[in-house]
């Protein structure tokens, strides 16, 4: 792309520390790529977000299982890692794949095998916290998955908090019931002077999901997806569902034909309305080849952080609800 551009990066509402970590290396003329991956390490190292990273949530077995993507708007290259279970920066891992081998995926043991090569030390991604926390959740005892839904809605959290008991009782319908509350992921999307554009995703997935589960965030197409000419779209959610439908490279596409970034997302997520085990909570980030940046959620008040060029601090900005009386979330 010719013409320097005016950078910007946007994160989701779990990464006003990494938009800043961002926008400071695009600041100095940085890349897209080093600016998303820098964002999401931010929040993949802070141990009290507990759906990404050290820290994140378990699966039913008490094994915290990482997921993480990473792409290259400008040529389409892209790396990912499923299942990573003793680092705590899968999108970094990712990055590696992508520049490293001849491969795009790498899971399991084959991906903790390849970041103890490439150097990343190795380490018990449960903390003292998330690991009582689970405890407490296998002996029926209520508690807030997400920490940080209390400071935000002590109501809010206070009513989840029950139906995780329920869940903990009962777990039929649990995917319904952990699926209702968006529980974290962090997306990143940067736009950097050169013009190019990169996307991360990256997560502990979902809570006491079974061993082995993957969700959207590492496949590209489905959690992740980023072409310069167009745009980029990262996802977070119910992962089943996304994954189903390609949602990150539905929002780009429809950016290809002519749509803008809240267009594009908007008719991303109505297109998920009405499926079967499509219930719960789905956003959308996304940003289009000049820069413009949009959310789009059927949860009420989808919020994300934005800097650019003008701002001196992270700009916390609502999204778009689109409210699907099908397969409603939480509102």
């Not at 551009?5 to 990494?18: D, F, H, L, M, Q």
């Not at 800097?307 to 397969?327: C, H, K, Q």
């Amino acid at each position: 792309m010719s013409g320097e551009r005016r950078p910007g990066i946007a994160v989701t509402r779990n990464g006003r520390e990494g938009t800043v970590a961002g926008m400071a290396i695009l600041r100095k003329g940085g890349s897209a790529l080093d600016a998303v991956e820098e964002a999401v390490r931010r929040i993949e190292a802070n141990p009290t977000d507990w759906s990404v990273g050290y820290g994140g949530f378990p699966n039913f077995a008490g094994e915290v299982e990482l997921d993480a993507s990473i792409m290259d708007g400008n040529n389409r290259a892209a790396g990912a890692v499923a299942g990573v279970k003793r680092h705590r920066n899968p999108v970094s891992i990712a990055r590696r794949v992508m520049e490293k081998t001849p491969h795009v995926m790498l899971v399991g043991e084959g991906a903790d095998r390849f970041a103890d090569g490439e150097g990343f030390p190795s380490e018990d991604l449960l903390t003292p916290d998330t690991r009582e926390a689970y405890r407490k959740l296998m002996r029926g005892e209520a508690i807030d998955l997400w920490p940080r839904v209390e400071e935000e809605s002590p109501e809010r959290a206070k009513s989840y908090g029950a139906k995780l008991l329920e869940v903990a009782k009962d777990r039929a319908g649990w995917k319904e019931v952990f699926c209702a509350e968006l529980q974290g992921t962090c997306n990143a999307i940067a736009l950097d002077r050169a013009g190019n554009l990169a996307s991360a995703v990256s997560t502990s997935g979902l809570a006491l999901k079974m061993p082995g589960r993957v969700g959207d965030s590492p496949v590209i197409g489905a959690g992740n997806y980023a072409d310069a000419r167009y745009g980029a779209a990262a996802c977070a959610g119910n992962g089943e569902l996304v994954l189903r439908l390609g949602s990150a490279r539905e929002a780009v596409e429809r950016m290809a034909g002519g749509a803008g970034a809240q267009e594009a997302t908007e008719a991303a997520i109505r297109a998920m309305e009405g499926l079967e085990g499509g219930s719960g909570g789905f956003q959308i980030l996304a940003m289009s080849a000049d820069g413009r940046f949009w959310m789009a959620s059927n949860i009420k008040e989808p919020d994300y952080y934005v800097m650019d060029g003008t701002d001196g601090a992270p700009r916390r900005v609502t999204g778009s609800y689109v409210p699907m009386e099908r397969n409603p979330g939480l509102s």
